[in-house]
């Protein structure tokens, strides 16, 4: 993988929330130079005569609140709460 | 120790043997275990099991079919799978048991809910005894990339037993359940099948709710059994299947008319052959073997009456990218919603929120799905999605409508499940554009959103299991399976 592409991956997967490790970087890195161009066969193709998909076409159901009766079995999964509510590190000084 | 009889039984013969006071529900959980306590050691179907809850359920059915046969009247009907022990998936979620979908991010996860294709399968009467072991989030083709360690082959602790629905495969191969549920999404349920020798059904879209199944790639992902025998696949489609109002992608579909399996003919039925899934995919070759096993599977058909031709299909040529590029991009949205917040794991020491989601991530995903979520997230950035991500897009609507195209000619479409059997453990794992391009076969039908099954049809020259798909238009789970009672039959070795 090139500077440029390596450059845009590790930018990438900065905006996915992934630190990697070295060992990690050279792995991915090079799995994805050749996934990429393997990937990238598409563009070769014509799709003339392709749709998009109708979002018509599905169904929806009344927007109506209810009651799941599951609040506090949910905040049980959180790692951490408080007062009935998920806790997160200070975002703000 | 001796196998025994009752563990070789079919879903659908156990039930019918409780039913009729032949043997219990109990002595078939008792089996069960007493096997794997023996054997699971070494093939690590499993992720967990519910011994306890399990042998209750099943005395709970023995009661249920005493009281039914004594005459009481408030039972109207047995339930069909009673007191049949089954196993779910690891991404199956079964309100406070732990699903973990192979992920240390989802370890200690208990949903307080439970999927609604387990509950369909509760109510017909199964005793679910656990839950399998599985690729992290369904991203992997062998079952080595769980965070709890790979399984084994049934025949062969070497080999893999494919994948992503490899511990589901695994257990009922190895007679550690009568059936299983997988899900399949490129084709995590049959090719795990063609590995083990077993039948796997993935259904038409829809048909079956993804309500409770972990997303991977939601507009894929198809809960489906795993099973002994067509007649098994065909029950628990049957059970599992239905509209949800907790999924609005789901539909109504017609039910498998079992007994119309048996009369099953091909006479006169035309029978397509796609060439474009016999032929070399990146570095993976159709196999002699499985090539052989095609070609008495076509002659087979010939002799019964079936008009089988080769048909061309150009742009299957160009399934396995559109499927990795639309998959994985789905993955990296769905899976940004593990942030370590509302539930699963969460990293310690973080010094900012930012820092929080970034360690919980990085310490909670494997490497198979951070490959996914870069790829994911390269397909969907601004410089590629025009020219990547939207034409996948198009791509997959050519798909679509080369087999309604196809479909208006042909019955049925014949083709292997995998280009090869079972692999030793490492030789796919280690190289991903190896394992991506041994999906050729199976990611058509999962663009497509159509039906397709794996049945066995012989065997490798080590013994291991060939695998064959048939694959229907929508909503022609009846065509499909009607053709797998008839390989069934008429089968290599698998027949009776």
Redesign the interface.
Known sequence: MDRANQE??ER??R??????SEE?KE??FS??A???P??????E?D?E?????DPEE????EDESRDSG?SE??L?????TVDGM?S????VE | MEKEPILSMTALELAQAIRKKKVTSVEAVRAIFRNIDEHEYERHAYVAFWKEEALSEALACDALVDKYNAGNTEISELPPLLGVPVAIKDNLLLSGKTASCGSKMLEN?????TASCVEKLEKAGAVIIGRTNMDEFGMGVSTEHSYFGATSHPMDIDRVPGGSSGGSAAAVASLEAFAALGTDTGGSIRQPAAFCGLFGLRPTYGSVSRHGLVAFASSMDTAGPIARSSADAAALFNIVMGPD?KD??SVSSPRVDISAMESYSVEGKRIGIPKQLLSDE?DVRLSEEVAESLQKAKVLLQEKGAIIEEVDMPILS?AV??Y??LSSAEA?SNL?RY????????AED??????????T??EG?G?EV??R???G???L?S?HFE??YR?????R??VR?AFEEVFSKFDLLLSPTSPVTAPKKGEIADD??IA?ASDLCTVPASLAGIPAVSIPFGEDRNGLPIGLQLMGPRFGEQEILGAARFFEKNGEGGGD
């Open positions: 845009e991956m990438i997967a905006l996915a929330g992934l630190s990697l990690e792995i991915l799995d994805l050749r996934i990429v393997y990937m990238e066969r598409i563009t193709l799709t005569g392709s749709e998009e998909p599905m169904s929806l159901r599951l079995a949910i049980k999964k959180a790692p951490k998920f997160v590190p200070r975002t | 996860y208990i949903p307080p809910y109002p609005q992608t990146g160009y990218p559109v990795y590029i990296s940004s942030d370590g917040i509302r539930y699963g794991y969460r973080a010094a900012d929120l930012h820092d929080l989601y970034t360690k991530r990085s995903f490497l951070k490959r979520i870069l790829l997230n390269y397909v950035s410089e020219d990547i034409k996948a897009e198009k791509a609507d050519l409508k991903p554009l991506y």
